[in-house]
Protein backbone atom coordinates (compact mmCIF):
# COMPACT_ATOMS: atom_id res chain seq x y z
CA UNK A 1 0.00 0.00 0.00
CA UNK A 2 0.87 3.55 -0.46
CA UNK A 3 0.52 6.36 1.43
CA UNK A 4 1.30 10.04 1.39
CA UNK A 5 1.13 12.27 4.61
CA UNK A 6 1.05 15.88 4.34
CA UNK A 7 1.26 16.97 7.99
CA UNK A 8 0.68 20.26 7.58
CA UNK A 9 -2.71 21.64 6.74
CA UNK A 10 -2.66 25.40 6.44
CA UNK A 11 0.70 27.50 6.57
CA UNK A 12 0.72 31.24 6.54
CA UNK A 13 3.74 33.29 5.69
CA UNK A 14 4.29 37.16 4.80
CA UNK A 15 6.33 37.95 1.30
CA UNK A 16 9.73 37.52 1.08
CA UNK A 17 9.71 34.74 4.03
CA UNK A 18 10.99 31.31 3.05
CA UNK A 19 8.54 28.53 3.50
CA UNK A 20 9.42 24.65 3.45
CA UNK A 21 6.17 22.19 2.58
CA UNK A 22 6.79 18.71 4.35
CA UNK A 23 5.77 15.52 2.64
CA UNK A 24 6.74 11.90 3.77
CA UNK A 25 5.54 8.44 1.91
CA UNK A 26 5.27 5.32 2.18
CA UNK A 27 5.37 2.60 0.37
CA UNK A 28 6.78 -0.93 -0.56
CA UNK A 29 7.63 -0.64 -3.56
CA UNK A 30 11.35 -0.27 -4.60
CA UNK A 31 10.53 1.94 -8.12
CA UNK A 32 8.57 4.63 -7.29
CA UNK A 33 8.07 8.38 -8.53
CA UNK A 34 6.96 11.85 -6.09
CA UNK A 35 5.18 14.62 -7.80
CA UNK A 36 4.38 17.97 -6.72
CA UNK A 37 1.06 19.35 -7.69
CA UNK A 38 0.02 23.86 -7.44
CA UNK A 39 -4.12 24.05 -7.07
CA UNK A 40 -4.08 27.86 -7.28
CA UNK A 41 -8.11 29.37 -6.51
CA UNK A 42 -8.83 28.70 -9.73
CA UNK A 43 -8.64 24.82 -9.07
CA UNK A 44 -6.42 23.50 -11.85
CA UNK A 45 -3.32 21.31 -10.56
CA UNK A 46 -0.59 22.35 -11.96
CA UNK A 47 2.72 19.50 -12.51
CA UNK A 48 5.92 21.01 -10.51
CA UNK A 49 8.61 18.11 -10.15
CA UNK A 50 8.21 14.52 -10.67
CA UNK A 51 10.92 12.18 -8.92
CA UNK A 52 12.13 8.63 -9.32
CA UNK A 53 12.70 6.75 -6.79
CA UNK A 54 16.61 6.26 -7.96
CA UNK A 55 17.17 9.72 -8.38
CA UNK A 56 18.11 11.71 -4.93
CA UNK A 57 19.60 14.55 -6.10
CA UNK A 58 17.82 17.76 -5.02
CA UNK A 59 16.35 20.32 -7.41
CA UNK A 60 16.23 23.85 -8.08
CA UNK A 61 13.95 25.38 -10.10
CA UNK A 62 14.07 29.46 -9.70
CA UNK A 63 12.58 30.18 -6.59
CA UNK A 64 11.56 26.66 -5.92
CA UNK A 65 13.61 23.50 -4.88
CA UNK A 66 13.08 19.75 -3.80
CA UNK A 67 14.83 17.50 -0.86
CA UNK A 68 14.48 14.41 -1.70
CA UNK A 69 15.45 12.28 0.92
CA UNK A 70 14.93 8.33 0.83
CA UNK A 71 16.50 7.11 4.19
CA UNK A 72 13.69 9.22 6.04
CA UNK A 73 11.21 8.80 3.17
CA UNK A 74 10.37 12.19 2.87
CA UNK A 75 10.22 14.81 -0.25
CA UNK A 76 10.25 18.47 1.09
CA UNK A 77 9.58 21.25 -0.77
CA UNK A 78 10.97 24.77 -0.16
CA UNK A 79 9.98 28.46 -1.93
CA UNK A 80 12.43 30.59 -1.39
CA UNK A 81 11.26 34.25 -0.78
CA UNK A 82 7.40 33.41 -1.05
CA UNK A 83 5.57 36.25 -3.05
CA UNK A 84 1.78 36.38 -3.09
CA UNK A 85 1.07 33.92 -6.36
CA UNK A 86 2.36 31.51 -4.62
CA UNK A 87 -0.93 31.06 -2.45
CA UNK A 88 -2.12 27.74 -3.75
CA UNK A 89 -2.87 24.72 -2.37
CA UNK A 90 0.22 22.08 -2.96
CA UNK A 91 -0.21 18.20 -2.94
CA UNK A 92 2.68 15.81 -3.00
CA UNK A 93 2.10 12.65 -4.73
CA UNK A 94 3.60 9.23 -5.04
CA UNK A 95 2.97 6.75 -7.88
CA UNK A 96 4.69 3.30 -8.35
CA UNK A 97 5.31 4.05 -11.57
CA UNK A 98 5.47 6.62 -13.90
CA UNK A 99 2.18 7.12 -15.94
CA UNK A 100 0.40 5.40 -13.81
CA UNK A 101 -2.28 6.26 -10.74
CA UNK A 102 -1.28 9.07 -8.40
CA UNK A 103 -1.81 8.89 -4.78
CA UNK A 104 -2.21 12.09 -3.66
CA UNK A 105 -1.60 13.49 0.24
CA UNK A 106 -4.11 15.82 1.68
CA UNK A 107 -2.36 19.02 0.68
CA UNK A 108 -0.70 22.07 1.89
CA UNK A 109 -3.00 25.34 1.63
CA UNK A 110 -0.08 28.26 1.86
CA UNK A 111 -1.49 31.56 2.26
CA UNK A 112 1.30 34.55 1.21
CA UNK A 113 0.49 38.00 2.57
CA UNK A 114 1.60 41.31 1.66
CA UNK B 1 -2.24 24.25 -27.75
CA UNK B 2 -5.35 23.20 -25.83
CA UNK B 3 -5.27 21.72 -22.79
CA UNK B 4 -7.46 19.11 -21.24
CA UNK B 5 -11.19 20.27 -21.03
CA UNK B 6 -14.11 18.97 -19.35
CA UNK B 7 -18.00 19.56 -19.55
CA UNK B 8 -19.90 20.40 -18.07
CA UNK B 9 -18.02 22.97 -15.35
CA UNK B 10 -20.52 22.46 -12.94
CA UNK B 11 -23.44 20.07 -12.87
CA UNK B 12 -26.78 19.85 -10.28
CA UNK B 13 -28.88 16.47 -10.20
CA UNK B 14 -31.06 15.30 -7.73
CA UNK B 15 -30.70 12.37 -5.63
CA UNK B 16 -31.51 9.10 -7.89
CA UNK B 17 -30.91 11.05 -10.74
CA UNK B 18 -28.32 9.39 -13.54
CA UNK B 19 -25.25 11.75 -14.67
CA UNK B 20 -22.71 11.59 -17.31
CA UNK B 21 -19.23 13.94 -17.32
CA UNK B 22 -17.08 14.29 -20.39
CA UNK B 23 -13.37 14.41 -20.76
CA UNK B 24 -11.33 16.13 -23.73
CA UNK B 25 -7.52 15.11 -23.35
CA UNK B 26 -5.09 16.73 -24.81
CA UNK B 27 -4.29 15.20 -28.50
CA UNK B 28 -1.92 12.58 -28.91
CA UNK B 29 -1.95 11.70 -25.11
CA UNK B 30 -3.19 7.73 -24.77
CA UNK B 31 -3.29 7.43 -21.00
CA UNK B 32 -6.43 9.07 -19.39
CA UNK B 33 -7.41 9.31 -15.92
CA UNK B 34 -10.36 10.36 -14.03
CA UNK B 35 -9.95 11.86 -10.14
CA UNK B 36 -12.54 12.92 -7.55
CA UNK B 37 -11.31 15.70 -5.07
CA UNK B 38 -13.67 16.77 -2.39
CA UNK B 39 -13.81 19.50 -0.49
CA UNK B 40 -10.19 19.76 1.65
CA UNK B 41 -9.05 16.35 -0.06
CA UNK B 42 -6.52 15.89 -2.56
CA UNK B 43 -7.64 14.00 -5.45
CA UNK B 44 -8.77 10.36 -4.69
CA UNK B 45 -8.34 8.00 -8.46
CA UNK B 46 -10.94 6.68 -9.77
CA UNK B 47 -9.35 4.85 -13.10
CA UNK B 48 -7.27 5.02 -15.05
CA UNK B 49 -7.61 4.62 -19.10
CA UNK B 50 -4.51 3.50 -21.73
CA UNK B 51 -5.88 3.99 -25.12
CA UNK B 52 -9.47 2.51 -25.56
CA UNK B 53 -9.28 -0.28 -21.94
CA UNK B 54 -9.30 -0.07 -18.59
CA UNK B 55 -5.95 -0.08 -17.08
CA UNK B 56 -6.81 0.29 -13.37
CA UNK B 57 -10.14 0.72 -12.48
CA UNK B 58 -9.78 0.11 -8.78
CA UNK B 59 -10.73 3.15 -7.38
CA UNK B 60 -13.98 3.55 -8.53
CA UNK B 61 -16.29 3.33 -5.73
CA UNK B 62 -18.87 0.99 -6.46
CA UNK B 63 -20.98 -0.52 -9.46
CA UNK B 64 -23.03 2.69 -9.85
CA UNK B 65 -19.86 4.30 -11.17
CA UNK B 66 -18.28 3.62 -15.10
CA UNK B 67 -16.45 5.13 -17.33
CA UNK B 68 -15.69 4.32 -21.10
CA UNK B 69 -13.09 5.75 -23.47
CA UNK B 70 -14.54 4.26 -26.97
CA UNK B 71 -11.56 5.71 -29.42
CA UNK B 72 -9.27 6.09 -27.14
CA UNK B 73 -9.42 9.98 -26.82
CA UNK B 74 -12.73 11.40 -25.21
CA UNK B 75 -13.98 10.26 -22.15
CA UNK B 76 -16.92 9.72 -20.08
CA UNK B 77 -17.84 9.08 -16.54
CA UNK B 78 -20.93 8.05 -16.29
CA UNK B 79 -22.59 7.70 -12.58
CA UNK B 80 -26.32 6.04 -12.12
CA UNK B 81 -28.64 6.68 -9.18
CA UNK B 82 -26.51 9.27 -7.67
CA UNK B 83 -26.22 9.40 -4.18
CA UNK B 84 -25.19 12.78 -1.99
CA UNK B 85 -22.28 11.73 -1.16
CA UNK B 86 -20.92 12.01 -4.93
CA UNK B 87 -20.99 15.60 -4.89
CA UNK B 88 -17.25 16.27 -5.36
CA UNK B 89 -15.19 17.87 -7.97
CA UNK B 90 -14.07 15.19 -10.59
CA UNK B 91 -10.84 15.96 -12.51
CA UNK B 92 -9.87 14.25 -15.96
CA UNK B 93 -6.03 14.38 -16.59
CA UNK B 94 -4.21 13.02 -19.59
CA UNK B 95 -0.97 12.10 -20.45
CA UNK B 96 1.59 10.95 -22.98
CA UNK B 97 3.50 7.39 -21.70
CA UNK B 98 5.13 7.23 -18.69
CA UNK B 99 5.32 11.04 -18.45
CA UNK B 100 3.23 13.49 -16.19
CA UNK B 101 -0.33 14.01 -15.75
CA UNK B 102 -1.90 16.98 -17.32
CA UNK B 103 -5.05 18.13 -15.46
CA UNK B 104 -8.15 19.62 -16.54
CA UNK B 105 -10.34 22.35 -14.62
CA UNK B 106 -13.04 19.72 -13.36
CA UNK B 107 -16.38 19.20 -13.24
CA UNK B 108 -18.46 19.87 -10.02
CA UNK B 109 -21.17 17.58 -9.13
CA UNK B 110 -23.50 18.62 -6.84
CA UNK B 111 -26.20 16.34 -5.84
CA UNK B 112 -29.56 17.89 -3.76
Known amino acids: AQKVTQAQTEISVVEKEDVTLDCVYETRDTTYYLFWYKQPPSGELVFLIRRNSFDEQNEISGRYSWNFQKSTSSFNFTITASQVVDSAVYFC???????????FGKGTSLLVTP | GAGVSQTPSNKVTEKGKYVELRCDPISGHTALYWYRQSLGQGPEFLIYFQGTGAADDSGLPNDRFFAVRPEGSVSTLKIQRTERGDSAVYLC??????????FGPGTRLTVL
Open chain 1, 93 to 103: ALSWNSGYALN
Open chain 2, 93 to 102: ASSSTRDEQF
